[in-house]
């Protein structure tokens, strides 16, 4: 346990010594910070209701200004990064989980299996993300659930494959065979031995999976398919600004920006990530 | 290739039985009467007597999976209950809008892409090949809907250089209103297409046929532009059609954004209205759409490349 740690240590060491992987730590972490403690941080309640001061511009009360409610945009702003991350860490890890189970059961089972889950795999990947997230949001209803089923079910293919092709170059390396042959069982071999070199590569590829998470969540919500109102999301910022575009610009900014620095922040993380991690991946992509 | 070529689109064929078969087990899962839901709680029995009978709800569910695979061969894919026109008819009418859009997106996207990225190969470690590789990862970020809505608002909105909503009349008008959609969703496409380029160029320039073709003493333009380039581009195609749900997905948020008629307006509004045949068949239609564009760029990359006719 103590050597991974270390190990840890020196990843985050080296993601901090490349200037985009540090900008990328800095933006995510203030992220993070925010969500955990937007609700001692946020000025007013974003969701409290102020009809007397509505639609203001930016001032030293309201930094955003505020919506046609009079809730104040920034409160909203800071209360949406943790919807944002309620939806996309618990799909993005969910999809992970289930894909590196289902990938390395492909890549060291029978074929047929193999077979079978690949067909699985490329079956989910037809559909246009989008698509199918409408598909089931006219289905079964818009709910934040809804969302992270959503993404979750679109993912599991991408961890799936990698992991498949994990394991398969895994399958025939010296070390599992030694362990064949001293009679160690499957569950074994791919739980203790397997699995600590696969998840390193699936953790950067979830690194720069967040963003497009945090894009549809927002996507859905700004169609009016994804969180329900009054929750503040940034997709909900940006439907409401997208709706009052011609008396205020500063719900769209205010909804568009942390989508912008989330993004960025993420893929600057898992970047660098992966070039620390996997430097053999950069020519991948 | 033949063989390749027939087992690609088998594969494909195989994947598109498997998504509608899903999609159809999927609206039969939901809670509830599908009648019910279709034609919403005002609906008189005779009416929801005749959809039943229509949608052969009353038929055990493999006899209405192959109904409806029947159908489908056929290119039926139900009536809107509410116009009682074919809905085929209705999604492939919208269909060209999107396609259109999509179309005027990748044209300048890999247009400026490839340029760029070409440019930054052959003067690579240049203040424009790293002011490109910075540009292209902020970019690659950037989600369509959000550059479309900040797009809106400075280039519409304030500056009112291009129209908000719409999308036009006649040629100049079309391409007026086509101008600020294409350019949110191809946006993110540029750097893609760049960095890739760029990478692919780098790779190439080092091949043998260019130290030939320099030493016969031909001009550098000449060779990067036709030696090299015409190599390098190739996975630009192969990456174009993978996209091309990520595109599809793109068109949707522009098409509200700009208030554009098209596929993805046409989800939206019957998602509103409860329209289900008609959310189905834009689903279905954009996945086989999807389904062939990847198999077409996985062929056109095995014709290049004999070398991926092997390969998985």
Redesign the interface.
Known sequence: MAKSRSELGQIIHGVARDP?GLMGLVIVGTIVFCAIFAYWIVPFDPVGMNIKSRLQGPSWTHLLGTDQLGRDTFSRVIAGGQVALQVALPAVFGAMAIGLTLGMIAGYGPKWLDNLLM?FF??I????????A???????GPSLQTVVFVVMATSIPTYGRVARTQTLTLRNSEFILAERSMGASMTRILGVHMLPNIVGVLAVLAAMDI?TVI?LE??LS??G?GVKPPTPSWGAL?KD??SL??QT?WL??G??LP??LA??GF??LG?SLRDVVDPKLR?QR | MLLYATRRFGLALLILIVAVTVMFLMIRAVPGDPVQIMLGPRATPELQARLTAELALDQPIWKQLLIFYGNLMQGDLGIDVFSGRSVTEIVFQQLPHTLWLILGSIAWSATLGIALGAYAAAHPNTLIDRVTAAISVSFVAAPAFVVALLSLLIFAVNLQWFPAIGAGEGFWGRLNHLVLPAFAIGLSWVGYIARLVRASMLEVMGESHIRTARAFGLHERRVVMVYALRIAILPVVTVIGVGMGFLLSSAVFAEIVFARPGLGKLVIDSITTRNYPIVMGSVLISTGLFVVSTALADLINAWLDPRARTAN
């Open positions: 985009l067909l490329d079956t990947r037809s559909f246009p993300t989008v698509m199918f409408l598909a089931v949001v006219a289905l079964v963003p894009a927002a996507g700004f169609l398919l940006l600004g997208y575009i011609r610009p769209v900014v909804g568009g989508i912008i993004t960025l893929t600057f970047e020519k």
